[in-house]
């Protein structure tokens, strides 16, 4: 029976044996070109990855978080700033949470972990375990991938990034604990350390003050009127997070730009500086704020007041590499902090995938696959068995004997 639709004779049943021998040429030409098509591949593995496992490896007083999958492939995360004791305990029960899912869904095991538990969310715990946890699961990906973990965030913005400390960029710590004194010796203490770091680093090089929340409003505002001469960059960390009125006052009374963010936590903390109008730069911690994830959105929301990023980072080159990823990745970054000495200790045992130009203050951006961190657990365990550090509670005062914040 002729098939309706043949009005030239030719059935249907004709043409799909046509087909057959030339759509098998297709199909094998197809294969030949799917096994060259990296992005099928990609899918491919992409879908089938799983989180089989997560060792945790206490180092003195950080975690590091080694996330396994059931292709080879490992994730390390870094777990910064908390009782070492209670992060590592937190990871491994969050390890619950992750078990079997697949580790490219990023965004989707962030919220699922983040709001788990409604009244866990949001705190320094939960945000800096999350953020380790987060920096494995983006190494995991850009490996899969084969890319450094800037080119999953959009790819570069810049080809260098700028960064301090180096001979031409510098902060200036409070050099102490301040009484709320106002005394003419305590500010000349700071103005002169302002004053020598500028004559050091020249016209063309850049101061900044990191009052650290040790310097008391009052005596940042008279400390802010003595230093103008010596064009610092900024002020970072005017007052301690939890009262934006705080940050309002002193913006209005203080001519110099004003950072902050440190010790703040997700999108949520940060909006009101830039909702208010009262910080000039934010400084999110990529092992605090929640993560690779949550410092891009960070930026994302920064870049619509117009307010460029200056990273905090004291972490050691793991952490780092996570921050200077996103610090490529996005549009408005003004300067990137290291930490020499969390670089050198972290440095015994693992690479750092990135260099400083310390003429220029410069650095080049991480080389992947992922985070490009390889980690020497052999020389860890070594670091980790090392008796002369213990984790210690801070325990600052000021002379009276009341507590002080620093
Ligand atoms: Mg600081």
Redesign the pocket.
């Given at each position: 029976m002729r098939d309706a639709s043949s009005a030239d004779g030719f059935t249907r049943r004709d043409l799909l044996g046509a087909m057959g021998a030339a759509g098998g040429m297709m199909l094998v030409q197809h294969a030949v070109a799917q096994e060259k098509n990296p992005a099928a591949q990609v899918a491919d593995s992409a879908s089938s990855i799983r989180i089989t496992g997560m060792k945790t490896h206490r180092v003195q007083h950080k975690v590091y978080l080694e996330m396994l999958t059931n292709q080879k492939i490992t994730g390390w995360g870094e777990v910064s700033a908390l009782v070492p004791t209670a992060a590592e305990e937190l990871s491994k029960s969050l390890f619950e949470l992750l078990d079997g899912e697949n580790p490219t869904r990023i965004e989707h095991l962030w919220q699922k972990l983040y709001r788990a538990h409604r009244d866990m969310r949001g705190g320094p715990f939960m945000c800096h375990t999350l953020a380790g946890i987060d920096m494995a699961l983006w190494d995991i990906t850009g490996k899969l991938w084969g890319v450094p973990v800037h080119r999953l965030l959009g790819g570069p913005c810049r080809d260098k990034i700028r960064v301090y400390p180096t001979s031409k960029a510098h902060k200036v710590p409070p050099h102490g604990i301040y009484p709320h004194s106002g005394n003419p010796n305590e500010i000349e203490r700071m103005v002169n350390a302002i004053k020598q770091t500028r004559e050091r680093v020249g016209p063309d090089g850049t101061v900044m003050f990191?009052a650290?929340c040790a310097v008391p409003p009052a005596t940042l505002i008279q400390l802010a009127a003595a230093v103008k001469p010596y064009d610092v960059l900024f002020f970072?960390?005017v007052a301690v997070p939890g009262n934006i009125e705080v940050f309002k006052r002193l913006k209005a009374q203080i001519s110099i730009p004003m950072a902050t963010g440190?010790r703040d936590h997700t999108i949520w903390e940060f909006i009101p500086y830039l909702h208010e109008g009262c910080i000039d730069i934010l400084q999110p911690d990529v092992a605090h704020c929640g993560g690779i994830t949550q410092m891009k959105k960070i930026a994302v929301l920064a870049e619509a007041y117009h307010v460029p990023l200056a990273p905090?980072c004291t972490t050691s080159p793991l952490g780092a590499t996570a921050s200077l990823s996103v610090a490529a990745s996005i549009p408005f970054l003004l300067i990137h902090e290291t930490a020499p000495g969390s670089l050198q200790w972290g440095e015994q045992f693992m690479n750092r995938p990135w260099t400083v130009d310390d003429k220029t203050s410069y650095a080049t951006l991480p080389e992947g696959p992922g985070l490009g961190v390889q980690i020497d657990i052999e020389k860890l365990k070594q670091i980790a068995a090392d008796p002369k550090y213990k984790w210690a509670w801070p325990r600052l005062t000021l002379p009276d004997g009341s507590v002080t914040d620093y």
């Open positions: 990191d650290h970072e960390e440190e905090h």
